[in-house]
């Protein structure tokens, strides 16, 4: 007599996918099984809880096992599924850019309340176009710009625009070396900030799969901080603000970066949801001392 194929149903995949990858030290494992199953089966997670009994054909459980197989290698959950949200928004990542972050969202929620009638607006690394791309969409008047040095990043910045509706002018290059001449009510930046010593003790996630040059930030992690902020100066309109993501303990590093300048005023910090000084900014009320001396 033929043997008779076990059956795996919703719920049997969920339950033996949660411990599988609890024993690869997948955080959230759970969750995790219902967004990949989620995706296979393509419903909601609604879906999923009213079909628990949903036997899953040979060709699901094929797709399924690709991904459960390639999380447990700690390969993130958003290159799997190939999107993330943020700021209620839906962006296509890659390996070519670093993920969008919640965290990050209290960056573009800073920016917008303090230069609400910014009409020219600039993102230094802009990456997946994330933060550019939620301030189009908060401060709509406003021309946005991005940067960046890597042409791979610009291409799925200028997809995430489309795909969220947005228009905004994306340069090559580093830092402000495409926009000479050029000035900004805004400038934001999430720079690279993790201490070049600090990478190899970040989770597999980030530090296999996540572009190492969008990670470190030099020997303390101030390396990008230290450029820009004195050449800011030149870019940003007279009372125009400029705003950073900084790392854990490194916000009063920052504001003394300000400081040394001698011409920001209305400096301050603002916090992530998880209490951490994550956000940086301050407004130009100045031209540079020896610049106002000449």
């Known amino acids: 007599m033929k043997k008779q194929q076990e059956t795996w149903n919703v719920l049997k995949v969920l339950n033996w996918t949660k411990g599988?990858?609890?024993?690869?030290e997948v955080e959230n494992s759970r969750l995790e099984a219902e967004w990949m199953l989620c995706a296979v089966l393509a419903m909601d997670r609604v879906g999923l809880y009213v079909n628990f009994d949903k036997p899953l054909s040979s060709q699901e459980l094929t797709s399924f096992r690709e991904m459960v197989t390639r999380r447990a290698k700690r390969e993130p959950l958003q290159h799997i599924?190939?999107?993330?949200?943020?700021?209620?928004?839906?962006?296509?990542?890659?390996?070519?850019?670093l993920i969008p972050r919640h965290?990050?969202?209290?960056?573009?929620?800073e920016a917008a309340s303090r230069c609400p009638g910014a009409k020219r607006i600039l993102d230094i690394g802009v990456g997946s176009g994330c933060v550019a791309i939620a301030l189009a969409k908060v401060l709509p008047q406003a021309e946005v710009f991005g940067v960046d040095?890597?042409?791979?990043?610009?291409?799925?910045?200028?997809?995430?625009?489309?795909?969220?509706?947005?228009?905004?002018?994306?340069?090559?290059?580093?830092?402000?070396?495409?926009?000479?001449?050029?000035?900004?009510?805004?400038?934001?930046?999430n720079p690279p900030y993790i201490p070049s010593g600090d990478i190899a003790t970040l989770q597999p996630e980030v530090r296999d799969f996540e572009p190492r040059e969008?990670?470190?930030?030099?020997?303390?992690?101030?390396?990008?901080?230290?450029?820009?902020?004195?050449?800011?100066?030149?870019?940003?309109?007279?009372c125009g603000w400029l705003l950073f993501e900084v790392g854990i303990h490194q916000a009063q590093?920052?504001?003394?970066?300000?400081?040394?300048?001698?011409?920001?005023?209305?400096?301050?910090?603002?916090?992530?949801?998880?209490?951490?000084?994550?956000?940086?900014?301050?407004?130009?009320?100045s031209a540079q001392p020896e610049k106002a001396g000449k």
């Open 20 to 24: 599988y990858l609890a024993e690869k």
């Open 214 to 238: 969008a990670l470190d930030g030099g020997t303390d992690g101030l390396d990008f901080y230290r450029a820009m902020i004195p050449a800011a100066q030149d870019h940003l309109s007279l």
């Open 81 to 97: 599924l190939g999107s993330q949200e943020f700021m209620a928004l839906e962006f296509d990542v890659s390996p070519d850019v």
């Open 253 to 285: 590093q920052v504001i003394r970066l300000f400081e040394d300048e001698g011409c920001y005023d209305n400096l301050f910090t603002a916090r992530d949801t998880g209490g951490i000084e994550r956000v940086v900014g301050g407004q130009l009320v």
């Open 103 to 109: 965290d990050t969202e209290i960056l573009v929620q």
């Open 149 to 189: 040095k890597s042409k791979k990043a610009l291409e799925l910045a200028e997809r995430n625009a489309e795909r969220n509706g947005v228009s905004m002018t994306l340069l090559n290059g580093s830092l402000f070396e495409p926009l000479k001449g050029m000035t900004f009510d805004l400038i934001v930046s």
